[in-house]
């Protein structure tokens, strides 16, 4: 299928999940995550959920381990940039719905260990389906070549995703509720 419409597919495929069950599998990705990998000590980004769009919810994951979490925070010119999360006084919701830090230290994407991506879908090649604004795939393009890309998804892999472009940045792992995929 097309990026549109594994989006559109996939998006309602969210919607009509109930929220115990979204709040349950959520619980899943993250202990599957925290058992696979030790991130204790690490720099790692992470996407705050957006409620209205029924996001997986990172915070199980931000609330067990002691790492240093860093949250992108969208710019006016469409970019990310990063601030090192201290705590939830410094969030605010931005016009996006996206609980955002509004003061913190930069943090420069290069001394970034590990990104948990956001996504709609991935296909079993590690390549994903996000929102379509493409800011993920220029953020990833400008982490250090070591830095381990992980996708959380409620679903389980699509085939293949027919539209790929040159600027897609493929997944490292994703964490589904059942499985860590390796790409």
């Not at 931000?62 to 006016?76: G, R, W």
Request: proline share 5%; hydrophobic share 40%.
């Amino acid at each position: 299928m097309k990026k549109s419409e594994l989006r559109k597919t996939y998006k309602e495929k969210r919607q009509f999940l109930s929220s115990e069950l979204r709040e349950e599998m959520a619980r899943k990705i993250a202990d599957r995550f925290l058992a696979k990998f030790n991130i204790s000590g690490y720099n790692v980004s992470v996407f705050l959920p957006i409620s209205r769009l029924f996001e997986i919810n990172t915070w199980h994951i931000i609330e067990n381990v002691n790492a240093n979490f860093i949250l992108p925070v969208v710019t006016k010119e469409g970019s990310l940039k990063h601030v090192l999360y201290e705590s939830v006084d410094q969030l605010v919701t931005s016009e996006w719905g996206i609980p955002e830090p509004t003061y913190g230290e930069e943090i420069d994407p290069k001394v970034i260990d590990m990104v948990l991506v956001p996504l709609l879908v991935v296909d079993e090649s590690g390549n994903r389906v996000g929102y379509g604004k493409g800011f993920y795939d220029q953020f990833l393009a400008t982490c250090s070549e070591d830095c381990i890309f992980v996708g959380l998804s409620y679903f389980d892999p699509v085939e293949q995703i027919q539209d790929l472009n040159p600027n897609d940045i493929r997944l490292h792992f994703c964490v589904t509720p059942d499985k860590i995929l390796s790409f």
